[in-house]
């Protein structure tokens, strides 16, 4: 995967609440006419480019594709994004070796999984 787009309906409050959450600073661009925030990223390194994105196109869902953000602590993330107003669809459950994994909605209604290394 090289880029992935997570469909927002307020920007500001989908803004808020990533940051609150993940600790992230997102930075805002409009691209193609679309109000986005872009998730940080190390040049060179590995993994994706994300961004939140706003517009006609983009439409939250709590179903199709399920991007996985990890996490140190996966319990002080679930406590941030409770304290955000997220709904925990799937509580912390631990898979072995691999750590532990979690799903949240976020402000916007996306279902958006957390995984964590264990303790």
Same mark, same amino acid.
């Given at each position: 995967?090289?880029?992935?787009?997570?469909?927002?309906?307020?920007?500001?409050?989908?803004?808020? %609440?990533?940051?609150?959450? %993940?600790?992230?600073? !997102?930075?805002?661009?409009?691209?193609? $006419?679309?109000?986005?925030?872009?998730? +940080?990223?190390?040049?060179? $390194?590995?993994?994706?480019?994300?961004?939140?994105?706003?517009?006609?196109?983009?439409? +939250?869902?709590?179903?199709? +594709?399920? !991007?996985? %953000?990890?996490?140190?602590?996966?319990?002080?993330?679930?406590?941030?994004?409770?304290?955000?107003?997220?709904?925990?669809?799937? +509580?912390?459950?631990?898979?072995?070796?691999?750590?532990?994994?979690?799903?949240?909605?976020?402000?916007? $209604?996306?279902?958006?999984? !957390?995984?964590?290394?264990?303790?």
């Amino acid at each position: 995967m090289v880029h992935f787009e997570i469909p927002v309906e307020d920007m500001d409050r989908a803004v808020r %609440f990533y940051e609150a959450v %993940f600790g992230y600073r !997102l930075r805002r661009e409009t691209v193609d $006419g679309y109000p986005m925030a872009f998730f +940080p990223r190390a040049d060179g $390194g590995t993994g994706a480019s994300g961004a939140l994105a706003k517009g006609d196109v983009y439409k +939250p869902a709590k179903a199709g +594709p399920l !991007l996985y %953000f990890d996490v140190a602590d996966i319990d002080e993330t679930l406590a941030r994004a409770s304290a955000q107003g997220a709904t925990i669809l799937y +509580p912390k459950k631990d898979i072995g070796e691999a750590g532990y994994v979690a799903e949240i909605e976020d402000s916007e $209604g996306n279902r958006i999984a !957390l995984s964590a290394p264990r303790d």
